[in-house]
């Protein structure tokens, strides 16, 4: 198993067919769709036990959302990712359950530290309607779905692991599927608060900085569990890697052939740099100088395309 040290399916498939230099692996399915210059959506399928294997994901769909410029994308950007958001949610969810199935929005992570506050700072902007359907009926239209949302904590300062609390929930309020927003690690300076990855297999929070809780999935608590994740960070050892590969090209560009400099760059050379860090407590976990302005467009685009899917 490669120390992917990421939680998108996409990367972990491009890292693994750049090791074992494939144009394909056996087992996973790949489809790309580029909506505009800044919007583009992959959906990577896991077929079966290779590819389970191959890049350490569960057999099932895994859909990833990449927008670029959204340091300083407008409104209406922000507002077409988030339909982009809607339309792959609501084929996720209707594989699932029917369009009237409860659903539970739980936003993992800790407001009070920017990178992990994106899941609940959506909570605060789900459009909630369990308690009106079930205390004020005549205000709500026929065919509305029942969603209910919490913000669970972590824990470090709740002493429960999140799915412990989750059970208790799904176990008293029943929703049909539950939906979890998580922030996620990846492998990419470029995926940092401008990816959203979907999938239905659910989710085990912290696994991408090398925290695993408890898994959260359709085993634990007993109905689907469909994961959003954004990645806010990534360590050292990925941003120096990328540092290189841009300086490495930058001197191929100037010298127009180099073989040495060639070799390099088709290499990844994230294990070897993590090798030189670890020792020295180098290999930090590292979010961009803009992380407040970047959660908060997708707080707006993960917040409304659920409600738009809901």
């Given amino acids: 198993m490669f120390n992917f040290r990421t ?36 959906r990577v399928k896991i077929t079966n036990e290779n590819g389970e294997k191959a890049i350490g994901k569960p057999i099932g769909n895994y859909i990833t959302i990449d927008i670029k410029k959204l340091k300083i994308a407008q ?34 992570g800790n407001i009070y530290v920017t990178p992990d506050a994106l899941g609940p700072k959506v909570i605060n902007e789900i459009e909630v309607t369990r308690h ?23 824990l470090g300062t709740t002493g429960i692991e999140t799915v412990e609390i989750l059970k208790g ?25 401008s990816t959203v990855q979907i999938s239905d297999t659910g989710i085990v ?12 999935s359709q085993s634990t608590l007993g109905i689907p569990v469909v994961a959003i994740g954004i990645p806010t960070v990534v360590e050292t050892a990925v941003l120096v890697n ?11 560009n100037e010298a127009k052939s180099n073989d040495y400099l060639n070799q390099m760059k088709q290499e990844d050379n994230y294990e070897q ?18 992380i407040d ?11 409304g395309g659920i409600n738009g899917a809901m």
Avoid: W
Wanted: contains cysteine; aromatic residues 2%; glycine residues 6%.
């Fill in 7 to 42: 939680d998108l399916a996409c990367e972990r498939k491009e890292i693994y067919q750049k090791a074992n230099q494939l144009e394909e692996i056996d087992g996973i399915e790949t489809q790309k769709e580029e909506i505009n210059e800044n919007l583009k959506v992959e």
């Fill in 132 to 154: 009106i359907i079930n205390y004020l009926p005549q205000y709500v239209e026929e065919g509305t779905r029942m969603v209910s949302a919490i913000s669970p904590g972590v």
């Fill in 205 to 216: 929070p912290g696994a991408g900085v090398g925290n695993k809780r408890s898994e959260i």
């Fill in 169 to 193: 929930i799904v176990e008293n309020t029943k929703p049909k599927l539950v939906i979890v927003i998580d922030a996620l690690a990846s492998r990419s300076i470029e995926r940092i608060s």
């Fill in 242 to 252: 990328d540092c290189l590969d841009l300086f490495i090209e930058k001197l191929q």
């Fill in 273 to 290: 740099i993590k090798e030189a860090l670890v020792p020295k407590d180098y290999n930090l976990i590292v979010t961009p100088k803009e």
């Fill in 293 to 303: 302005d970047l959660i908060e467009n997708m707080k707006d685009i993960v917040a």
């Fill in 75 to 108: 409104d209406e950007e922000i507002q077409k990712a988030a339909e982009i958001l809607t339309k792959e949610l609501k084929e996720v969810v209707g594989k699932h359950i029917d369009t009237q199935g409860e659903i539970l929005v739980v936003g993992l």
